[in-house]
Structures are given as structure tokens and as C-alpha cells.
């Protein structure tokens, strides 16, 4: 059963072998948690409140509260329980009468956060990205450090400015140096760049002292969203000695508005990448990539196409490293992968890498060029995951408006 | 008024000019808000049940909440109006009779957590810490990089891992070169430290892309608690560059169960240690320091006694910083000092720093000497504030005891 009743005249990306999670606001009604088929939503609180959840579940509240904290809770025998129903409804026409009613067209509906973001950690998981940084900023080194190829290297960011895609992205301003060696000056930003990225979402949280081996990964973690790490080079480049970034990234990061499933990305399991010097124990077990494709759009042109495939750290890694000290997970920890770039120039997920720290300008469609972002722009992140029978999974797009304050 | 009816034998540090707020768990009810008043917590939801906060707020549900997030979330004339009842129905013997029956002695509750934890952010800002750590880590080199004279340097930390004092610290397990040059290995840090911290809670959030200037400090911050911020030193130097500590950090950071008001803090305020160069502009404003005495205690022996007034960024810059790019704050916003280290060896906030690296060991009561913490081994971090006519303003303490996983 791949296709559902629900027919649409051209691929949305919203098939039934995607069926992401959302939290949507429609009319007057408060917010609710819903499914996106096609080119529309399925409410989930009214699905529920009509008995088409019934039995379902034990606990049908995890239905009807206005975000998805309570299903990332749930669990695995949850999540499978309620794509098993939703996959009934949306794709066997004996449901169509129910079920049509209840649908709300994608356009006629906002979406706020879909969960509540717990802890966001930030890797930097991508080996071309982390080389074309060091060859950027430290030219006369060897461009990755020597822990990179021993454990995927991350840090915490902001989670109370994760935002939803669409939310207007305020011109952070700070301390910069306005040349090498000068006093700094305090200002906006004058080279505020992009980083695309993927984003994991913890479902199942674990206590303090206890650790999810790589193995594990798919018992904790809900599933995947897009994420534009928004980031302020020169406020990063002059704060980030010796602690890390801080108030670079903290202004904003925005995540896509509805959560791809983990059982949606079967297809787009790859084997991961070859790591050599082998990784030690904890970072070893049953683990994959994901062959994900994404595109970043700088004021409707395409400028990159980064690959996910050839993630050098697999997400599975990376949530094995984050809690192999013991730190426990909270429901709603989002961890990104940090900017996904590939081999290629043109799939090079950030402004810094694509026109080479500024030197080599990005060109729009309108005859314009970038080499960081102006007032006004418009940044869209999308991305795409092969689905059952050469289709495409898609993911919600991650939009961005630039403005200044 | 500054004393109770309730006589107590020895000063406790908790006087009717400090009044701080916890949440108390006794018997079989639910959590609920406290204030501590000499060796007792002072229930604030029976208080309220029992009609002694009536017409004081306009919304009784911030005193029977089952923690102080609605509290802190209530601003600064709320904060006032409860202070200025708690401090009558304490103080004047007229209350005895009505307030006497609600009183739990305070070794007879249990404390969690008192506020729910948004962002943590720790910096980093005693000069005399920072320099110790540069000399330990970078002796051919200048100690101070030169953005530390410019801005307060921070990072955020896990704060799902902020527990309260008396939670087990386990020892975590991670990566460490066990040489300079050798492999990694993964196993139990062996070099666990304490760091002694104050840190400060917000209460009024903010929007995106909303400054906080120095001067407004008071209208959004809520009070101080003590912090220690566990450390792993093998975990650390190893994972931290370039993106700053992560899972050196993240496995544990302990609070103590009272918040101390900023009100009860006025007689501790002194001004600001000289700053040269001069701040910029958005780094200025009416601001001060504050003279808190803080002691680590381990298994018993006080091996430091560090000064907090001489903290070279005070925590109204460190606020104006942390939102000066226009990243908003939420009501339980935890932002703390980083290691508060004085110029005396006796001063030191941090074990790396008493120890020189574990190269010095502190000798311990029982004759036994320790370069960093053994399995075992208890940290209690107490603290303390002038409070009015020569009295003390006490903290309640941070202890932990370290376990092996």
C-alpha cells in the first residue's frame, strides 16, 4: 500500500511512505499535532476526537495535546502503532469518508514548533566541511585537528532560539575585529552565512549515568528534521577561543516543521562511510548513513546541493558519543549534524565555504552577487530521501527571511 | 525588621533578610514552593491555600505551583509583593499562631529542583581562573587570549544535566590521550574536578532579536544560586578544540535548592573591579559586583575559600552580553560565572588550579591527599553575602558525592 486515496496532481514529497509529524494552527482551534499527506494536513487531535485512533493506543492524549512531546515520549511501539493506523486511513479508501472531512489544505495552516526543543547539540560531523574551515582559517596547519577522526566533535547551542522555518531571522549584532590585530567594534554582523544541516529528534529519554550505544539509536530517536544553523562568522571567528561558538550561533537556528520518521528512512539507509583509524569500541555497532539530498536556495537560485550519504559520522555516532559520559537525554533533544558539505564546490553547505571566506562571490539569478548574507534575503533549505519504489520522501523546507534590527 | 519570631539557636543564614525559594517535597504532598526561614521552610502553597497570600497577587496559582518557574516568570513587582508578605508573615509575632503550624523543619523535606532549567550558560569570567588555566594549558604563551579583556566569554552547557545538590555524581567514562601524542583510550575520567560557581536565574523572557542593557539586569534577573560544575580535565583537553567543552562538561552540574533573591543581595553589592580597556559601549551601564564568600569543602577539609566581588565581568555585563546579538531569554535561564578563582593559592575554585594540574595535591583531614576526586569523595560548596547589621546572608549548599558507573 504505497499510495494513498488522497491523490494529488504532482509529487508533493508527502507520500504514504513518508507521513512526517507536525504540530499545526488552523482556524480557531488551538494547536494540535497532525500528519502531512499530499498537500494537506491530518489532524491529528480531531482524527482522534472522531474514534479513528481508537484502541490505538492507551493513552489517546498523546493524540490530542497541541505539540508532539507527549508521542516523542510514547516510544517506539507507540510510533509504530500510529503510522500503522495513519497508513490505514490515508491509504485504503474505505477511509476516505471519515477521513476527508478532517483534512485541512497545507497553505490554510501555520505551523508552530513542532515539539519542544529539550538540549540542542551541534555537531560538525561533515570531514569536507571541517577541512574546508581549517584550510580557511588556519592556512598554514593540517586542516582537521587531531581529534576529528577519533569522535565526532560537537558542542551545546541555544535551544530557547530554535525556531520553526518561516520565523523573520533578526541581523545578530556583536563584537568583531574589523581587521586582524585591530580593537574590536561592536556592530551588525557584516558576514552572517547559512549552514545546512539534518537534525535528529530524541523520543525516548534515559537517566543520568546511563548511555545509548550505537546499536540503540533507533530505540531513542523519533526521527529527522531539516536544520539552518544560522551563524555570524565574524562575531564567531573573534568570541570562539577557547570555549567554542556562542553568541555566532546563538541569535537563531531554524528546523523544518515536520519531523520525518525514522521508519520512513529505511530506503535511505546507506552504509557509512569508511573510518580510518577505526573508531574505538563505544563508537562501533550496527550503524548507516542516510542518503539524503538536500538544496540551499539563496533568493530563488540554487547554490549548493550538499549530500548527506558521506557523513563521516553517522548520526548513530553521534548519539552514541553524546551519552557515552553519562549525560542523560531529555525528550525533545534535538542533535544537527553541523554543516553538510560534500567533495564537490557546489555542494558545500555554508556561505563561508561556497564563496571561500567571501573571496569568490556567490551569483543569483537576478545578476547579484553573495559572499555573505544581505538584509532581505531569503534562505530556503530543502531536502529529499528516496522512498519506496523510486520516489522521493521529501522533507519540509526550512525558510529564512533576513532582517535588520 | 530584620528578625523573625522564630528564634533560632546559631545563625543559619537564612535571617528575614534573605528569604530564599526553593521547592519542598514533605510527606505525602506534592511538590510545592518554599521560602527557608531559619532551620525551616516556610510552605508557600499551604501558605496560600490557607488565605496568609490573599489579595497579594493577582494570580494565586504562581504560590501553588509545584515549582518557582511561574514565580520567576511573574517579574519583579510579583517578586516584591510576596517578598514584602513573606517578610510580615515572618516577622511580626501577629502571624505566629497562623504561620507556626504550616513550618516543616528543613531536615525533614526533600528539595528538587527548583526551577525548570531553559539555557545554561557558563562563563568564564575570573581573570585569576583564566590566567591559572592559561598557564597550566599554554605556558609559552601570553595567559589571557585577547578577546578576554573585550567581552565575558561563556558557552552553553547541558541543561539537562543542571540537578540539584545531593544528586550522585557518577563518574564518566570518555575519551583522553593517555600522552601527549598517544592514542586515545576510553574508559572513567581520572582527573574529576569541581568548579565553583555562582549563578544567576532569569525570570522575565524576552523576544528575539531584544537587548538587555546592563542597567536593566534587575527587571529580568530573579536571584543567585551556588553552582559547581563538574569536570572532567582528560575529557576536556581532548574533545575542546576547536568548537569548546562538551561531554568534559555535560555528564553533571549541581545547584543548590534555594535561589537567593536578588533584593536579599543589596547589601553584598560592591563596585566593579577596574576594567582596562575600557568596555564597548554595550558592555556599560549602572552595575556592580557583589561580595559573596564561597568555600569548597572536600570529605570535610576546606580546600578554598574563593572571593566572588572581585570577578573581573560582573553578571548584569554578562546578561547584556549574552542577549547583545539579539537572542532572547526564557524564565528559567541559568547563566553562571564560570570557576571564581582570587589571586591567593587558598582562592582557587577549581581542583586543576589548587593541584597545579595534580602536580601539588591538597592534603585532606585524614591525611590522605587528592590531585583530583577520588571514588567517594564528597564536595560540599557553601556561600555566603553580608547581609544587614553584620549579620550573614547565607546559600544553601551544593554537595555531591562521586560514584563509579
Redesign the interface.
Known sequence: MTDSWLTTPEPTGFGLDNLPYGTVVHGDRPPQIAIAIGGHAFPLGAAAEAGLFDGVLPDTGVLTAPNLDRLLAAGPAAWRAVRARATELLGSRSHAEAVRPLLVRLDAVSNPLPFTV??Y?DF?SSREHAENLGRIFRPDSAPL?P?WT??P?????????V?VSG?PI?R????RLPAPGA????GPTTRLDIEAEVGFVVGVPTR??Q?VSVDEFADHVFGAVLVNDWS?RD?QA???????????K???TSISPWIVPLEALAEARVAPPRQD?VP???LLGDHWGYDLSLRVDLNGTTVSRPPFAGLYWTPAQQLA??T???????TG?LFASGTVSGPQPGQRGSLIELTWNGAEPVRLADGSTRGFLADGDTVVLGGSAPGRDGTRIGFGAVTGTIHS?
Not at 545578530?172 to 563584537?175: A, F, M, R, T
Not at 580593537?183 to 561592536?186: A, D, G, K, S, Y
Open positions: 529539550a538540549d547539540v560538525y585537528l581529534n577519533h569522535l566533535i560537537g558542542y551545546h547551542g541555544r535551544s530557547g532560539t525556531v520565523t533578526m545578530p549584532h556583536g563584537q580593537e574590536p567594534v561592536f543520568m549515568g548511555t555570524a562575531i573573534w568570541e570562539y577561543q577557547p570555549l567554542g561558538p556562542f553568541l555566532g546563538s541569535f537563531a583509524p574505538l569500541p563505544h558519543h553524546m557515552s559520559n553519562g549525560a542523560s537525554l531529555r533533544d534590527r
